[in-house]
């Protein structure tokens, strides 16, 4: 299999930094690569290496292309053009169908066959659980076979103070849904693994500690998936 490596944690524990200061290395070392992201996750993003300046009279580079899945990424045109390496955006997201049912099985049949191909490298970065708290089955398969997981950690954001801070700032590695108008979170046992985004505009992500992130019934709520307003 490729060398892989692999940035995962909370929200906001710097995953997507890590890669972009990857990229940046590369670059630096003139060692080409492609950037991808996953078409389940509808948002707009595009990813360039840390430090790199836009000129007026430059586009973004390199932009992260949108595949529907993994097995759309051309690799064996890739190194045929000299490139041998791939980075991944929101890589968890990978790991579900359009359906947003999980995938069993993808990680060690991409990745034997990207080796086969002439794929060296493969970085990515992304969630490594649920808010429902169970784990990606990329992640499980990516540890099962031996890729390099970094696991990135944050500060606790929860309000110890109700809507004042200061937060908890405790370690937090996991992340929490909660609903901004009333800041209480969703019960984890009614999340689903994987939320459309863009659909729910009051829903918020925070990193959590162990103590927040188990919370005691009066400060929790059933998630409603139909709600959209």
Not at 61 to 68: I, K
Not at 128 to 148: I, T
Request: aromatic fraction near 10%; include cysteine.
């Amino acid at each position: 299999m490729p060398e892989v490596t692999v940035y995962t944690g909370p929200m906001g524990a710097g995953k997507t930094t890590r890669l972009y200061g990857k990229m940046g290395e590369l670059t630096h070392l003139g060692i080409p690569y492609e950037a991808y992201r996953p078409g389940v996750d509808v948002r707009d993003v595009i990813i360039a290496p840390r430090g790199y300046v836009v000129s007026a009279n430059a586009a973004l580079t390199p932009n992260c292309t949108t595949v529907e899945s993994l097995g759309d990424i051309p690799v064996e045109a890739l190194v045929l053009r000299g490139i041998k390496t791939l980075f991944l955006e929101e890589w968890f997201m990978f790991g579900f169908d359009h359906q947003r049912r999980p995938i069993s099985g993808l990680y060690r049949e991409i990745m034997g066959w990207w080796a086969l191909a002439g794929i060296e490298r493969v970085y990515a970065a992304g969630l490594d659980q649920g808010a429902s708290g169970n784990q990606f089955g990329l992640l499980v398969d990516a540890r099962r076979y031996g890729a390099k997981v970094v696991v990135c950690t944050a500060k606790c954001a929860y309000p110890v103070n109700g809507e004042r801070d200061p937060k908890c700032g405790r370690v937090a590695r996991n992340s929490q849904i909660y609903d901004v108008r009333d800041n209480r979170a969703f019960d984890m046992e009614t999340l689903p693994d994987l939320l459309p985004e863009g659909l729910r505009p009051h829903d918020r992500y925070r990193a959590v500690c162990t103590e927040h992130l188990l919370l005691p019934a009066e400060q929790t709520k059933p998630f409603d998936p139909i709600q959209t307003w």
